[in-house]
């Protein structure tokens, strides 16, 4: 999911809708296939991400001040 920026490249600020749109899909099995809920799967697999990305720079920094 996160990868680390080089150099030249920028900070990545959230997931890609991409890596959005492949966590709503295992949301959407995972609950058996509903019909009608892909905007809230969507929202779900973003928080997830956003989340998890939060947590990676949080665990990075505390490594790099360490």
């Not at 990868?3 to 492949?22: D, Q, V």
């Not at 995972?30 to 949080?58: F, K």
């Amino acid at each position: 999911m996160k990868t680390k920026s080089k150099p030249h490249e920028k900070p990545r600020i959230g997931p890609t809708e991409e890596e959005i749109a492949e966590c709503a899909y295992f949301i959407w099995e995972s609950e058996g296939h509903p019909i009608g809920r892909e905007d809230e799967h969507w929202r779900q697999a973003e928080m997830q991400l956003y989340l998890s990305l939060a947590l990676d720079d949080a665990l990075e920094s505390n490594y790099e001040t360490a």
